[in-house]
């Protein structure tokens, strides 16, 4: 209660807070100590990460071959009838940048006054040529097209032009299709002989192939409250379908970003940011809030994957992966479990302990400490059991075929210790011309592809908040209103917020990695029919 008190001193004192700002604090759940780091954060800055080197093969990237691929994916076919497996898909955003580029064009465009290609010409547009060349492909171009001809009765005889004009106007126009405003996970993303299908329903049809026990299989979407009648309705109407297909009972479960995870706003003076009514502006945390979701989950496997990141050919080759990516945690698990089950029944010798500790920095990546061998027993043990009893994640990762950027580094700490991480080029310090070449030496990409463990070796779950580093936020610069402010997001779900987990990466193929990050990319062989 003192602490709490001297906290609310300090929040009045140094930033003016109202007993009206405490009430709007309490009735939002935010923890008050939360808001005061926050503020300090804004202040001081968030440091950047120093990079020792990239993670390559054999030096932080697992690279295996197809062969042994299918060998894990076996073992862990033969080990999920015990298991409880679960996905856990990320749905949350709204479609906005997918459509930035055509949205750019209905507002400085008019029909009057000029044609599309002036208009390309005078941008010097890129995307939107492709987006015209390839129209008919989309998966969803007859269903907006059979609008347009109901709504535009002289639609046959518009010019080309003309025909394309409407056919985004209505694609984006608030009501009709409004695609910019609704999740990416309930839009049209491939097109069949007979249907066309979303991402929600390529999500559930991957779940009934690779994280399935007993046949049985969990899907968890982490969605905005607002958003969670469209994926409710997808859900209804194929899930039956895709479990009379597979074989499979599919379970569906959502859950929201906690609002006590929301993070407070500053202004460039780096004062709270009030709105017109004078009240605290708070801004959703980032997808690292949802490392409470994922903490939430009851499960011995999780596999988690972007919303945005599903393919329309190849699953047998994307189920090979996963499959064989989770046979990797198990196996590493599994001698992590040995280790801590030997540990705690008094088990392990002296004699135990090189290949305890080879083990660690081999196939786990820890930094054993300097010093360590200078230990005593006791103190090793204590030391091997505070590494090695934490949640596991295998990641994969693949090539860099565009601009080297984020992805696998060696990151050392503030402490000096070393390990593996997953580190956005924003993390960087970019005046550093040594770290920034580190970062342009990076062979390997984050596809967003990782599966996790998140029981300890006695079956229980771990507090995962215990594992996020809490200094590698993000500082970001917003616009409210024509106001501009400062906003703080909490470390990234598979960055900051896992930093401390025992971290495996390896090497999968390219083809596991198809995001549709503009909606041009539904264009690309992955996103389309095979006969085509």
């Known amino acids: 209660m003192e602490e709490k008190t001297t906290t609310i001193n300090n929040l009045t004192a140094k930033f003016g807070f109202t007993d009206f700002d405490f009430q709007q604090i309490k009735e939002m759940n935010i923890d008050l100590d939360k808001i005061e780091s926050e503020l300090l954060i804004f202040k001081s800055g968030i440091p950047k990460v120093f990079l020792e080197k990239p993670a390559t093969i054999n030096d932080g990237i697992l690279k295996i071959s197809n062969q042994e691929f299918q060998e894990y994916a076996k073992f862990f076919d033969e080990k999920k009838k015990n298991l409880k497996l679960k996905k856990f898909v990320p749905a949350s955003g709204a479609a906005s940048r997918m459509f930035k580029f055509l949205n750019e064009f209905l507002n400085d465009f008019n029909l009057e006054n000029e044609t599309i290609n002036a208009y390309i010409n005078r941008k010097k547009d890129k995307n939107l040529p492709i987006f015209l060349a390839g129209i008919e492909k989309f998966p969803f171009y007859e269903i907006i097209k059979k609008r347009l001809k109901e709504i535009l009765p002289e639609y046959h005889l518009l010019e080309g032009h003309e025909k394309s004009?409407?056919?985004?106007?209505?694609?984006?126009?608030?009501?009709?299709?409004?695609?910019?405003?609704?999740?990416?996970?309930?839009?049209?993303?491939?097109?069949?002989?007979?249907?066309?299908?979303?991402?929600?329903?390529?999500?559930?049809?991957?779940?009934?192939?690779?994280?399935?026990?007993?046949?049985?299989?969990?899907?968890?979407?982490?969605?905005?409250?607002?958003?969670?009648?469209?994926?409710?309705?997808?859900?209804?109407?194929?899930?039956?379908?895709?479990?009379?297909?597979?074989?499979?009972?599919?379970?569906?479960?959502?859950?929201?970003?906690?609002?006590?995870?929301?993070t407070i706003a500053v202004g460039l003076d780096n004062k709270p940011f009030r709105n017109e009514q004078g009240k605290l502006v708070f801004r959703p945390g980032g997808h690292g809030a949802l490392i409470n979701n994922l903490g939430n989950l009851d499960a011995d496997v999780i596999f988690i994957k972007n919303i945005d990141n599903v393919i329309q050919n190849h699953i047998n080759e994307i189920t090979l992966y996963k499959k064989g990516l989770a046979g990797v945690l198990l196996k590493l698990q599994g001698q992590i479990f040995d280790i801590l089950h030997r540990i705690e029944h008094n088990l392990v010798e002296q004699e135990n302990i090189e290949s305890i500790s080879s083990f660690m920095q081999n196939e786990l990546n820890i930094d054993i400490t300097d010093g360590f061998e200078k230990f005593t027993f006791e103190n090793k043990i204590d030391y091997i059991k505070s590494k090695l009893n934490r949640p596991l994640r295998v990641c994969g990762m693949v090539k860099n075929e565009g601009e080297p950027g984020g992805g696998p580094f060696w990151v050392r700490s503030y402490k000096g210790t070393l390990s593996l991480q997953i580190v956005e080029s924003s993390q960087v310090d970019n005046e550093n011309k040594e770290q920034m070449k580190i970062l342009s030496e990076s062979t390997h990409f984050n596809p967003v592809d990782l599966v996790c463990g998140i029981k300890n070796y006695k079956g229980e779950k771990f507090d995962l908040q215990q594992f996020v580093d809490h200094s590698t936020g993000f500082i970001v610069h917003k616009n409210n209103k024509g106001k501009e402010l400062k906003g703080y997001e909490l470390p990234g779900l598979w960055n900051g917020a896992m930093a401390k987990w025992i971290t495996v990466f390896v090497e999968v193929p390219l083809i596991t990695f198809n995001p549709v990050k503009t909606v041009n990319d539904l264009l690309k062989p992955a996103h389309q029919p095979q006969n085509e």
């Open 165 to 262: 004009y409407h056919f985004i106007k209505l694609m984006l126009a608030n009501d009709e299709f409004d695609f910019s405003n609704k999740p990416k996970g309930v839009l049209e993303f491939h097109k069949y002989n007979e249907y066309t299908s979303t991402a929600v329903e390529e999500h559930l049809n991957e779940c009934a192939y690779y994280a399935e026990s007993n046949n049985i299989s969990h899907l968890h979407f982490t969605v905005s409250e607002n958003h969670l009648n469209l994926f409710q309705d997808v859900i209804k109407k194929i899930k039956s379908k895709i479990e009379e297909k597979s074989g499979t009972h599919v379970h569906v479960s959502y859950s929201f970003q906690d609002k006590s995870t929301d």
